[in-house]
């Protein structure tokens, strides 16, 4: 009886790893036509040593697919890649476990960060409201903290990503119940956000993502960086159509070239014609120190991506904060390899 659940259990993990690693494979490899349909065909002694080095640094074929797009973004192959297909089967459960996806839980946040930098107003969670000190509020008690607020607010569901969960939300329309009817989540205010950002996108918050790594000594390193901003049509920053900009992690400033969402360079943005070249995120420090203070308080997850953003201020705000798979393949394209002397490539032998 044992032998045979084990041998289902091995056959459905099988299935999974196939549906999981197919899935990338497809996602990559229509990124990579994307690029080659501007940049031309990748050269295929780059190919052969993304292959060799997927198989034999990182135990397999499968992982080669994202490592063909870092090569195509690049003109060449460079050793240290994480692929994003690797980083989500054999990283993240072995960096997190189960532990990053506490992130997914917005009614948690206060729990572990106690603080003003998030714009969180009430929580919604399990047919209870809740206050920021997690109180239970009756729905009145709900709606006057509601009611205390700008008129511009937005509620977002657990599990939201890539811009899908979240509803803006104008206070004089919304009803309690219709909040409810969205699920779980949480009720933010909205972000007036710096003049640097709205220069860039005037209809949508701007996404300062940060990518840190805590070590077993408890020190917090920053390896990547980049820029998100939403188009002229966005009312909040959308994976469908964001655009992306590579940020220098020591200094802020942006990269020359951002990419759209098919991963091609542009120089400027295509609605407000706002030029990156030459151009610094304000307050930087502000953005490193906060990512330092927040991963220790959450060491459990061993490498976060942080949302967050400046507003008129001054006053650093985090829109939210990704435990479980955040992404790591727009910086690994765009400035990696991001985490080449962390060992990474090594942990599938541990499977």
Known sequence: MKRTTKKIKKI????????????????????LKDIESVKGKT???????????????????????????????????????IPDNYYGRILVPKLKGNYGKIADYNSLTNKFFNCSNFP??????????????????????????????????????????????????????????????????????????????????????ATVRITSVINNRGEVSINACYLRVGRN???????????????NITTGELDEYGYSTKWLKINEHPDTKFIFKDKKIPHFDKFLSTTIKFHKMVPFAICIGWDMIIDIN????????????????????TQGPCFSNLGWDKLWKEN
């Open 12 to 31: 459905k993990k099988d299935l999974s790893d196939r549906s999981y690693h197919s899935r990338h494979k497809r996602q990559a490899l229509k990124i």
């Open 314 to 333: 001054n006053e650093i705000q985090i829109m939210e904060w990704n435990g479980s798979h955040n992404d790591i393949k727009f910086s690994e394209a």
């Open 120 to 205: 969180d107003i009430v929580y919604f969670s399990n047919g209870l409201w809740l206050s920021t000190r997690y109180d239970v509020l009756s729905k009145t008690e709900a709606l006057n903290i509601i009611n205390n607020e700008d008129s511009m607010l937005l509620f977002k569901t657990d599990n939201s990503s890539q811009g899908k969960g979240v509803h803006f939300l104008k206070k004089e329309d919304l009803t309690i119940e219709y909040l409810e009817s969205l699920g779980n989540g949480v009720l933010q205010r909205y972000i007036n956000q710096h003049p640097f950002f709205r220069e860039i996108s005037p209809n949508s918050v």
């Open 233 to 247: 049509f966005d009312t909040h920053v959308k994976s469908s159509s964001h655009i992306r900009i590579p940020v």
């Open 43 to 81: 050269d295929n002694k780059i190919i052969e040593l993304a292959n060799k080095y997927a198989k034999d640094v990182l135990g397999s074929k499968k992982f080669a697919p994202w490592l063909y797009v870092y090569s195509a973004i690049n003109g060449e192959f460079v050793e240290g890649w």
